[in-house]
């Protein structure tokens, strides 16, 4: 667990960045802060939200909880915490197409699965400001939390093999991933976004430049520790290669799918 500088330090993160979602949070459980929650408790914390179904994507979305018994999702940003009736992927999908026109579909995973050069498991969806990546559990990917790496603080060891994720405001997720993998996987994230937000920029810094400052990413343990030695150098890829590569295969299969369709009518 964090010391309790670390927890106050985090307190005053949201209060001060996040005020309404920090405010949101003391009302579910006023010592929440101090608590670890994984699905099941984060279903319970968030009983008592009603739920809605138009979100503004335009918000920073800091983490996707899926809440599988009742089929939706609580969706928690910088503005406050909304519970949807919709499953992750939906919201996910519709992210991608709020912010990069693009769907949240096997092409796209492909792409990043190419531009980082070899098969990648646990891709984000990410776009030029954001990036959300899937965390917990290895066999059920409706049980997997998504969550924004600018908003995780730290990453500890817990009991049982679970993992602690702590979060600038101030919410402690409870995963059964190990620390490693979990660090890997944000790493991953980062440099996706990095590729994406590379593509976008119209003046790119000096190679050398860190990652961490060029996604704009705060200070915490965890961010220091896992982006320390990343450098715009090390996004993979070329700058703008991310949308003729999604077309190229795009195009690839179309092609498979009419090939396809053909051969059954000379079969028929």
Request: with cysteine; hydrophobic share 35%.
């Amino acid at each position: 667990m964090l010391t309790e500088a670390q927890f106050v330090q985090c307190e005053k993160i949201a209060h001060q960045t996040m005020p309404t979602l920090k405010a949101q949070l003391d009302h579910l459980d006023s010592d929440y802060i101090h608590k670890t929650f994984d699905l099941s408790s984060m279903s319970a914390l968030t009983e008592t939200l009603l739920p809605t179904h138009a979100i503004d994507y335009s918000q920073t979305i800091l983490a996707l909880c899926p809440l599988p018994a009742e089929e939706q999702t609580v969706l928690i940003s910088s503005k406050g915490l909304y519970k949807l009736n919709r499953k992750v992927r939906h919201l996910l999908n519709e992210l991608l197409q709020e912010q990069l026109q693009l769907p949240f579909d096997k092409i796209y995973e492909e792409t990043l699965c190419h531009l980082l050069g070899t098969k990648h498991y646990k891709l984000p969806a990410a776009g030029p400001h954001f990036s959300l990546f899937p965390v917990g559990s290895k066999n059920d990917a409706s049980q997997s939390i998504w969550l924004n790496p600018e908003s995780i603080y730290q990453i500890l060891p817990g009991k049982f093999g679970q993992t602690i994720i702590h979060t600038t405001y101030g919410l402690s997720l409870l995963v059964t991933q190990r620390p490693d993998s979990l660090r890997a996987n944000l790493r991953q994230a980062c440099l996706c976004q990095g590729i994406l937000k590379r593509r976008q920029e119209r003046f790119v810094p000096g190679p050398t430049t860190a990652l961490q400052s060029f996604l704009d990413f705060p200070s915490t343990p965890v961010l220091d520790r896992v982006l320390e030695s990343l450098a715009i150098q090390d996004i993979p890829g070329k700058r703008g290669s991310f949308i003729p590569t999604y077309l190229e295969r795009y195009q690839a299969q179309k092609r498979q799918m009419w090939e396809l369709e053909a051969e059954e009518k000379r079969v028929i």
